[in-house]
């Protein structure tokens, strides 16, 4: 995966450039949407709460690798949409948890594997992995470098859209 | 929905979620088409022949490649392998994934492919800093833009006043 960071700023592009066609998703929407892009890193809470001690505590097997994967995801979207106050919000804050979840998804889909095929992104519906062009690696500082000049360039140009168009 | 419904449903997905990282620690090592550590610790032998795809630490460098040690669910050591074949530009400390046939006991990898994941332990840190940046960049955005109601446990909107803007 690449940097949270780089995700997060991501997300805030794509979401920005998407509420240019769509009124209602606007900032306060679009930082859902790149709150759904951390979900997949939360396999990193194994650095506060390891799965082999998960595991050796409850005498059962556990793997944080999960929460990086479609259902995962799913879930973790689910969770976050439950806690919007209405049917109308939680439908909003599930799509776009779901869409910022599953742009990291995307994003890690193209990194390099040695032997040329991704981690099982689709688990649990197939363990399947996808052919990956091995575009980067999560320490490849350019990652980062593309994700900022992204948000910038659209931060600026939706700054001035704003202006233009007289929207808040 | 009220606050009891939506602290059950929330805690409902939370079980869900957490039993998808035992199903996926559960099924993992029969799925992934390639020896663990565990697995490798258990039966040395067992891939002799076999091309397999193995993440390590770089121990140290060697005139035709590199000494890396591949560990267990423990965290502990448990083959050290030899790879043969390889110029990867890597530093002690790093992390590679290689991609080649295993013989000696586990102990020899002929690398067809090598990923360089981390050249060095700075690239660790790199991806660990930015990552908490991520975090907080999405998280203080949406704390910008959502308050969290705790007696109702919810999210809500915060005003343009709340956020010390003005209107127009």
Redesign the interface.
Known sequence: MA???????LAFAVFTVIGWAISWLD??WA??G??G??FP?LT?LGLVV???VI?QTLG????????A?V??VL??S??GA????S?RT?LRAFGLLLAGSSSHLVIDGVK?????ANG?LL??LS?WRNPTP?WY???D?WV?VGAVVSALVVLAVDRYMMADSGR? | MNHHRRLLAAGLLLVLTAGLCVHYGATYEDNWPYPTGDQLAEEPAGWDGERVLLFGEVQERTGSGLVMTVDDDAGEVARTITVQGTAADVERGGVVQVYGMLSERGTIQQAESVVVVNRNPGDSQYKLGTSALGVLLAAGLFLRYWGIEWRRLRFVRRSADDRGERDG
């Open positions: 940097d949270v960071l780089s995700h997060v700023l900032r306060e930082v859902v790149m709150v892009a951390i890193d990193r390891d799965d082999y595991a059962i097997p556990f793997d944080w690798e999960a929460l994967t259902g995962g879930l973790l689910a969770i439950v806690l919007f106050p049917r939680q390099a594997y040695a032997d040329g099982a688990y649990p363990w091995g690696v999560s320490s500082r980062l808040q």
